[in-house]
Structure formats: structure tokens, C-alpha cells
């Protein structure tokens, strides 16, 4: 089945400052990747995927994965954190059950950047 | 604006009392799903939909109906809600392809009380 871990429960990381919110997934055959992002009251806002290709993705708000599959890893980075970034991350993988369509998401990393 | 709307945002009830769920979204989206969102436990999906008429269970399924009689709503159904389905309750649309994102409503806070 596949599955997929946050190890860290919280970040905290000073502005300005890189970050770095880890993830590690398990599946079977090749992983279809995604990083999303919730603010207090509101969903969850997409931020970049891993399809295939380049191992560095970039996405939405300054925001870059790096896809590792020697140690099936998806870490999300920022150069330079904003106060503003203090939300709550969840890492996912595509499911193969519902088509495809499924995703299987982590626990979630809560990401404090602090001014 | 393409967007996933669901209602309503809070709701406190009492248990044994039916209640509904409103999903809807404007994308023309083939593939719909729900998800519960529990601290420490990240998203679970409850159900979904690849068509009209067509839905499948999730993984935590229990005490929850669904239907997609149109291809834009996806209403979820508690029959007889429990305090155990105390929790943030996620819509998310996608056009159908494993390649691209979905697009998730605001979400729903349910209270059982």
C-alpha cells in the first residue's frame, strides 16, 4: 500500500532564514508526488507536484521540491522564509485505487516561521 | 473563478440527527471526493466519485452515504451522526487524469455533540 511520512509534527525556522519540511513516501511503481498547503480557516491550496523529469520542482510561492528516489524522499525548501509561510503542509502521493485519482496524504508538518 | 463550494463552513449538531453536506464545483470535473482531516492523522478520504453514479468507498467509509446524481454536486450524508465524526470534513474536485492537482472547497468543521 502506499503511504507517506512527515517525520517532523512541527518546524519552526526564524524569517529569512531556509527551511526545509521533510517527507518520505512509499509506493509501488513510479510516484506521483504533491505538496500542499493549508492556512488557518481555509483548504488546502496546491503548491507543486512530481510527475517526472527534473528531481528539482519548482512551485507556487517561492516554494521547490527535490524528488530523491534512492531515498524516497520529497522534501519541500525555501530559500528564505516569510512569517507569512506559517501554515500547516501536508505531502502526498497519488493512490492507484479510484483510477488513480486517490491521494494518500501525510500527517502534516505545522510550519512556524518566526519574525 | 474555478472553485470547489461546500456548505455549510461550521456546523454543531446533536447526535442521531441527519445531516447533509454540500459539494459542489464549477470545473466540469469528472473524479469527486471527500476527506476527513483529524489532528496528527492528516487527510483520510471517506469516499469518491469518478462519474455520475458512480462512487466508491474510501478508507474510513463507516457511517457515511454519498451521491453524484450530477456531475457538479457530491453531497455527503451523515445518517445518524456520532461524536466520533466530530472533525474537518474536505470536498476536492480533479479533472480525472492522476497527472494533475485537484482543487479542494474550504472546508466543513462538524461538532457532534
Known amino acids: 500500500a502506499q503511504s507517506v511520512a512527515q517525520p517532523e509534527d512541527q518546524v519552526n525556522v526564524a524569517e529569512g532564514n531556509p527551511l526545509t519540511v521533510k517527507c518520505t513516501y512509499s509506493?509501488?511503481?513510479?510516484?506521483?508526488l504533491f505538496w500542499y498547503v493549508q492556512y488557518p480557516n481555509r483548504g488546502l491550496q496546491f503548491l507543486l507536484k512530481y510527475i517526472t523529469g527534473d528531481n528539482l520542482v519548482k512551485g507556487s510561492y517561492g516554494f521547490e521540491a527535490e524528488f530523491n528516489k534512492s531515498q524516497t524522499s520529497f522534501h519541500l525548501k525555501k530559500p528564505s522564509a516569510l512569517v507569512s509561510d506559517s501554515a500547516l503542509y501536508f505531502c502526498a502521493v497519488r493512490d492507484r485505487k479510484g483510477y488513480g485519482q486517490n491521494f494518500v496524504f501525510g500527517p502534516g508538518t505545522r510550519l512556524s516561521v518566526l519574525p | 473563478e474555478a472553485q470547489v463550494t461546500q456548505n455549510p463552513r461550521y456546523l454543531i449538531t446533536v447526535t442521531g440527527k441527519k445531516l447533509t453536506v454540500t459539494c459542489s464545483q464549477n470545473m466540469n470535473h469528472e473524479y469527486m471526493s471527500w476527506y476527513r482531516q483529524d489532528p496528527g492523522l492528516g487527510l483520510r478520504q471517506i469516499y469518491y466519485?469518478?462519474?455520475?453514479?458512480?462512487?466508491d468507498k474510501g478508507d474510513v467509509p463507516e457511517g457515511y452515504k454519498v451521491s453524484r446524481k450530477e456531475k457538479r454536486n457530491f453531497p455527503l450524508i451523515l445518517e445518524s451522526p456520532s461524536p466520533n465524526q466530530t472533525s474537518l470534513y474536505f470536498c476536492a474536485s480533479s479533472p480525472g487524469t492522476p497527472l494533475t492537482e485537484a482543487f479542494f472547497g474550504q472546508g466543513t468543521r462538524l461538532t457532534v455533540v
Open positions: 466519485s469518478m462519474n455520475v453514479e458512480v462512487t
Open positions: 509506493v509501488s511503481g513510479n510516484p506521483y
